[in-house]
């Protein structure tokens, strides 16, 4: 039987939630790096695999191409998650999956957005030419969501960690580089330190401090926060 084969770029936040999650269900993966500072997921090759040129892809045989990280959550713990020793990353339970897949969606269409939009501007023009100002109240804004998501329970979805957390994390961890998550929120901040505890956060900050370093070089300034 094939292995799974995972393109990736452990710079890239959605990539990390997929490693993260992978280490997690002990999966047995063939990795494949593109490079997106050198322009490798515009190689021919990569566009036929993937025609909106990002990671991760996940390919696992003839029939499955996922070209999106909420996707490639979804499918690995469906296809991959010991039921007998059942962790309950991805309940079955259609009720619990929606409040999920509905955390999934917010972590795409605003936290990473935002995150994706400060990120790029500061490596296109530069530190000293952007609006700080401007991105950190729109992540602010996104803490403040956040905040409110976690009332009352301990996870995004729950009493217990989700796939809901592990997309959330890694994101959460590359904007609180710029924007430090402090106690002003302080259920984000107990949960973004439970999240920072646990042994398979070790691949997000492998890949978060690649990042920092790589966009502080391009960006020509410091990060306030290293962690």
């Keep these: 039987m094939q292995k799974p084969v995972l393109y990736y ?12 999650l992978i280490k997690m269900l002990n999966i047995d993966v063939e990795y494949k790096f593109v490079d997106l500072f ?24 003839d029939d499955v191409v996922l070209t999106d990280s909420h996707a490639i959550l979804i499918y690995l713990c ?23 897949i509905n955390l999934l969606f917010f972590e795409c269409s605003v936290l990473f957005r935002r995150d994706s939009d400060l990120m790029s501007e500061i490596v296109r023009k530069g530190f000293s030419n952007i609006d700080v100002s401007y991105h950190e109240r729109k992540i602010h804004e996104a803490y403040t969501a956040m905040e409110k998501f976690l009332m009352p329970q301990t996870y995004f979805a729950g009493d217990k960690l989700t796939i809901a957390d592990v997309s959330l994390i890694t994101t959460a961890s590359t904007v609180n580089l710029m924007f430090p998550i402090d106690k002003r929120w302080p259920r984000l901040l107990k949960w973004f330190q439970s999240m920072q505890a646990l042994p398979e956060y070790e691949v997000n900050s492998i890949g978060l401090e690649k990042l920092r370093n790589v966009v502080e070089q391009m960006g020509k300034f410091k990060f306030p926060s290293s962690k």
């Design 78 to 100: 469906d296809m991959f998650e010991d039921k007998n020793v059942k962790k309950d990353l991805f309940p079955e339970l259609m009720r619990d999956r929606l409040k999920i």
């Design 9 to 20: 770029d452990d710079r890239s936040p959605p990539v990390r939630s997929c490693l993260i």
């Design 38 to 61: 050198k322009g490798e997921q515009f190689q021919n090759e990569f566009m036929q695999l993937n025609p909106v040129h990002t990671v991760p892809v996940l390919v696992n045989g």
